[in-house]
């Protein structure tokens, strides 16, 4: 399939979506042109708009703050909103790319597992066709997740059959409106086009990030279970994807003065994937004004490269922003699955469980590659509290500006008992996040609301 044939196929699955209609009812006309052979389904996966993920919680999260009341006001009505957490994130503008992309990259999973039925496909077909089934069944699930997680509440195992989730589009039928399903419906089906995905996918990490892997899906599975609170179960798939794929980069080897420190599919990237929405205040190297999280800076040791890597001052301003991460040359930052997560999951759910030397010896393997040479000191001893507590605030350091990670963490650790409270400050007025605050969920856009006449969130 050449460039011209594929932005056809691109263009007629999403010919109305930007005509300001609400996502679940575009209606492209697909009777035009439709892939023929796996290479066409195969170059419909690799577009690079798949698996792009919502800004809004890092627009939200306490990673940095505004100094000044002129910054923030010079800011978009979204990132204003999300920024202080009003009921009305939006305030008028249309917030297409955090609700619909994901549902755009559903629309071409759909498409390409209902195209697949009726491709015959040949014994020597059958591992690609495997594969791309295997990648089709991945970017569902990863893209029903990013969804389930903005959009709706924190999963809870006592409510999941009474709350909702979010719309689950199954079929590339762009007629078809779909109510938003129970929280466990949604959670269930995440889980079942992730089992699909394992059963399809190689146990090789592919050059090419963009393409899942089986590592790639036992790492969303972590990141999924560690979200539900199954403490258990997340630390086996974390172990799964790191019997298949450990690799972890010496941050010693890393350029610490560029710029851009990490290539793009770096070795410890497992799945590529990307913020959706460029609101300027999320942006690696932004040029808005935001500063990073005094306390967050404090928290790194003399000898820790993480806090010279992730991070930069801008010589005019003063300002400490984050520094482009492992989405390489590009500033719109990592929402893909890597190495190091995975190894703080591990350690996490060790910790959490009783396994405190599994736990310890799982952050001294990450974080002996984070600090200079010679000078990390093993973290050895403590009680379960005390390693626990250790391995979140590594998390917290090690995951910067990240798939929203933190305010993932910040909705998960309040469900846990936290009790951690944020607050912000603009001019003379002070904002105030409480823990498991409705406010930890973000609204369905408007136009979705109107459109598909679904139920909105409480804020």
């Not at 999941?160 to 989730?165: F, I, P, T």
């Not at 935001?290 to 928290?299: A, N, P, R, T, V």
Request: include cysteine; charged fraction near 25%.
């Amino acid at each position: 399939m050449n460039l011209r044939r594929l932005t056809w196929i691109i263009s007629l699955l999403f010919a109305a979506a930007g005509c300001g209609k609400g996502f679940l009812e575009v209606r492209p006309n697909t009777n035009v042109l439709t892939p023929t052979s796996l290479n066409d389904y195969q170059m419909m996966l690799d577009y690079f708009q798949l698996n792009s993920t919502s800004s809004l919680p890092q627009l939200s999260a306490d990673e940095y703050y505004i100094p000044l009341e002129r910054d923030w006001a010079a800011l978009t009505p979204t990132e204003r909103n999300a920024y202080v957490w009003e009921a009305d994130v939006y305030g008028g503008q249309y917030a297409r790319d955090d609700w619909n992309v994901p549902y755009e990259s559903i629309l071409y999973a759909n498409s390409i597992l209902d195209g697949l039925k009726e491709f015959e496909v040949g014994e020597s077909d059958r591992n690609q066709y495997d594969y791309i089934r295997g990648q089709a069944y991945f970017v569902r699930a990863f893209s029903f997740f990013d969804l389930v997680k903005n959009f709706a509440d924190p999963y809870d195992s006592r409510t999941a059959d009474r709350k909702l989730g979010v719309p689950l589009k199954l079929s590339p039928n762009v007629d078809e409106l779909v109510p938003r399903a129970t929280m466990e419906e949604t959670y269930r089906q995440i889980i079942s086009d992730l089992q699909s995905a394992v059963a399809l996918l190689p146990p090789e990490v592919s050059s090419l990030r963009n393409r899942a892997s089986k590592p790639a899906a036992y790492a969303l599975f972590a990141r999924l279970y560690l979200s539900m609170r199954e403490y258990d179960r997340a630390g086996l798939f974390a172990d799964s994807c790191l019997a298949l794929y450990d690799k972890l980069i010496d941050y010693n080897t890393v350029q610490l003065n560029s710029l851009t420190p990490f290539p793009v599919d770096n070795d410890e990237c497992i799945f590529r994937a990307r913020y959706a929405a460029g609101y300027a205040a999320t942006l690696y190297n932004t040029s808005a004004n935001i500063q990073i999280s005094d306390e967050l800076l404090q928290s790194y040791d003399e000898y820790d490269l993480r806090r010279q890597l992730y991070f930069v001052q801008n010589a005019n301003t003063k300002l400490v922003k984050a520094r482009r991460g492992y989405t390489g040359p590009s500033n719109y930052p990592f929402s893909g699955l890597a190495t190091d997560e995975i190894y703080l999951i591990r350690a996490e759910c060790a910790a959490r469980t009783g396994n405190l030397e599994a736990a310890r010896e799982s952050l001294n393997h990450l974080l002996e590659k984070r600090y200079a040479t010679g000078k990390y000191v093993r973290f050895e001893g403590g009680d379960n509290a005390s390693v626990l507590q250790k391995v979140l605030e590594e998390r917290r350091k090690g995951l910067v500006w990240r798939a929203g990670l933190r305010w993932d963490d910040l909705r998960r650790l309040n469900m846990e008992g936290a009790g951690i409270t944020i607050t912000r400050t603009i001019g003379d007025k002070t904002y105030v996040l409480e823990p498991n605050s409705p406010r930890y969920t973000f609204p369905i856009p408007d136009q979705e609301i109107s459109m598909s006449n679904l139920e909105q969130n409480i804020r």
